[in-house]
């Protein structure tokens, strides 16, 4: 169920296809000097994630687990990868680390980063964007910036069980299950943070539901952000609340 592709220079794809929800959870390996997972999936699925690790490197050589938001998919296994890496550090946002990470039962290192903070991991440099409300309020993306490679979470995700590389415009897909699932308070937020992300322009982009896709896949993703509605609209997981 789970598998392991590479889908960069020492860049791997830990893709899990959930048939309950209808998308896959992936975790992104960088495999360098002082190696980094970004999200870490759920609590149960720790042992599938570590197993999928363990393929490319120990995992006890983590030095970095970063986690974009606090939210069971991104950060259930924290604990446990960072327990078992004797160098590791939790990395997440200075919002998260507050508002979250400090009043939980989280007891290993922690790192708390702002828009433009820089992670040398040996030959690559992952800068941090925070994207407050893109999704939650502690959001933040991974940007690692000698592969023009981005991270950013649960934006441009594409449901169903996807290849570790998508060319297909799922741009109408995409937003159809974010107003059915309502995760998007608002379409402002990420609207200003879809701009900012055309003019990085990254030459990769790593969605943690859906496959990986180039930066000119990316242009149909953000056409249809510009052009569909995507905000909550009232749904929760299809299910209409009261007004
Ligand atoms: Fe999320
Ligand atoms: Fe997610």
Request: hydrophobic letters at 35%.
């Amino acid at each position: 169920m789970t598998r392991v592709d590479a889908v960069g220079d020492g860049i791997y794809r830990i893709g899990t296809w959930w048939p309950e929800y209808g998308i896959t959870v992936n975790q992104f390996l960088i495999d360098d000097d002082r190696p980094t997972l970004v999200h870490t999936g759920t609590f149960q699925s720790y042992e599938a994630v570590r197993k999928a690790v363990a393929q490319v490197l120990d995992p006890r050589r983590l030095a970095y687990v970063v986690v974009p938001h606090f939210e069971a998919d991104e950060c259930g296994g924290m604990g446990r990868f960072v327990a078992e890496a004797p160098e590791a550090v939790l990395v997440c946002s200075e919002v998260g680390a507050g508002i979250n990470l400090s009043g939980w039962d989280y007891r290993g290192p922690v790192k708390g980063v702002r828009d433009g903070h820089v992670i040398e991991t040996g030959r690559r440099r992952l800068r941090f964007l925070e994207t407050p409300h893109v999704h939650h309020w502690d959001s933040m993306m991974v940007y690692e910036e000698t592969t023009g490679s981005l991270f950013p979470a649960d934006l441009f995700i594409q449901p169903g069980e996807q290849p570790a590389v998508v060319s297909e415009d799922l741009g109408r897909e995409m937003c159809t299950l974010y107003r059915e699932v309502g995760i998007f308070g608002g379409d402002k937020p990420v609207l200003q943070t879809v701009d900012r992300l055309e003019r990085l322009a990254p030459h990769w982009v790593h969605p943690m539901h859906g496959g990986s896709m180039t930066g000119q896949t990316l242009g149909r993703y953000i056409h249809a952000l510009r052009t569909q509605p995507f905000a909550y609209e009232g749904k929760v997981f299809g299910r209409m609340l009261p007004t």
